[in-house]
């Protein structure tokens, strides 16, 4: 399944405020409205929030960068989100980072192809499976740099 992506229209983005109540304690779920509509937050948005809530936007722009679940660009179809917690680094996570990052994208990129983001996550909940990783909502276990591959191979196959 690829990331919900759609064009960013300030109209769209008022109407997915006007739902929320003028209330400046609203700066993250309005965020998270925004990239849940729009699949991140456009630069366009901050303005917009910063206006609808009646607070600066510096205030929308400190809680946009500090959660890093929140996106300023548009996601790659597919994001590869790889365990670094100790279970998933003690089966192996740092090998698949490292694989990856040599043939893929670095943790924090996107592939060549701008079909793959990479991306390292704090436990997934998988520890009997390490080390783990999610393809987008898919989550995958026993990895090894080959069965990610694989998993990858099919992923981009349903796109």
């Known amino acids: 399944m690829a990331h919900r992506v759609r064009p960013w229209a300030l109209a769209a983005g008022q109407e997915l405020l006007d739902q929320l109540p003028a209330d400046e304690r609203l700066i993250l779920p309005?965020?998270?409205?925004?990239?849940?509509?729009?699949?991140?937050?456009?630069?366009?948005?901050?303005?917009?929030?910063?206006?609808?809530l009646n607070v600066s936007v510096a205030d929308v722009h400190g809680v946009l960068t500090y959660y890093h679940e929140?996106?300023?660009?548009?996601?790659?179809?597919?994001?590869?989100?790889?365990c670094v917690a100790e279970a998933c680094q003690a089966t192996g996570a740092r090998e698949l980072i490292?694989?990856?990052?040599?043939?893929?994208a670095p943790v924090g990129g996107r592939s060549d192809d701008g079909q793959v983001d990479v991306v390292e996550v704090f436990c997934l909940?998988?520890?009997?499976?390490?080390?783990a990783a999610l393809i987008n909502?898919?989550?995958v276990g026993r990895l090894t740099p080959k069965s990610l591959e694989s998993a990858l191979s099919d992923s981009r196959a349903a796109l």
Do not use: K, M, W
Request: aromatic share 4%; charged share 10%.
């Open 30 to 52: 309005a965020l998270q409205a925004v990239q849940q509509g729009f699949g991140y937050v456009p630069t366009d948005a901050v303005a917009l929030i910063a206006n609808s």
């Open 70 to 82: 929140l996106r300023t660009t548009a996601p790659a179809p597919l994001t590869v989100s790889i």
């Open 98 to 104: 490292a694989h990856v990052s040599a043939n893929l």
């Open 125 to 131: 909940g998988n520890c009997a499976l390490g080390p």
């Open 137 to 139: 909502e898919r989550l």
